[in-house]
């Protein structure tokens, strides 16, 4: 049974930072990826964004063009541990930030690009809030 759980996230002032994780359990070693989406507010009808992605061989990430550069992900994968460093926060970062895990996929940003329903296991979501 795959499960994966968030933590982090809260209230950080425009060009702070963040660092929320996600522990996965119940894959077989590092044979899955992870990646972080984002419900923006006011937005529930378009769906999740996928931000980035990665594997957890360590062999591949992807980071949506507007977080290129100023987000990092990164795993340890003999914690089952998934991270995402957010630096220099955008009011328009402020959102719902989920991490949700797949086991078959060709290419790491194809995950980020995801049907909702394709990816096997979704955390509960943590709030990230940008704002002076």
């Known amino acids: 049974h795959f499960r994966v759980v968030e933590s982090g996230g809260g209230l950080a002032q425009p060009g702070g930072s963040l660092r929320l994780s996600c522990a996965a359990s119940?894959?077989?070693?590092?044979?899955?990826?992870i990646g972080w989406f984002r419900q923006a507010p006011g937005e529930e009808g378009k769906g999740r964004e996928g931000?980035?992605?990665?594997?957890?061989?360590?062999?591949?990430?992807y980071y949506t063009e507007n977080v290129k550069g100023r987000f990092s992900i990164s795993r340890d994968s003999v914690k089952d541990t998934a991270f995402l460093q957010m630096n220099s926060l955008k009011p328009e970062d402020t959102g719902v930030y989920y991490c949700a895990a797949v086991t078959d996929w060709t290419t790491v940003e194809e995950i980020c690009k995801m049907p909702e329903d394709e990816l096997e296991a979704w955390g509960q979501g943590t709030q990230v809030t940008v704002s002076s």
């Open positions: 119940g894959f077989t070693e590092d044979k899955y990826a």
């Open positions: 931000i980035s992605c990665i594997h957890m061989d360590g062999s591949g990430t």
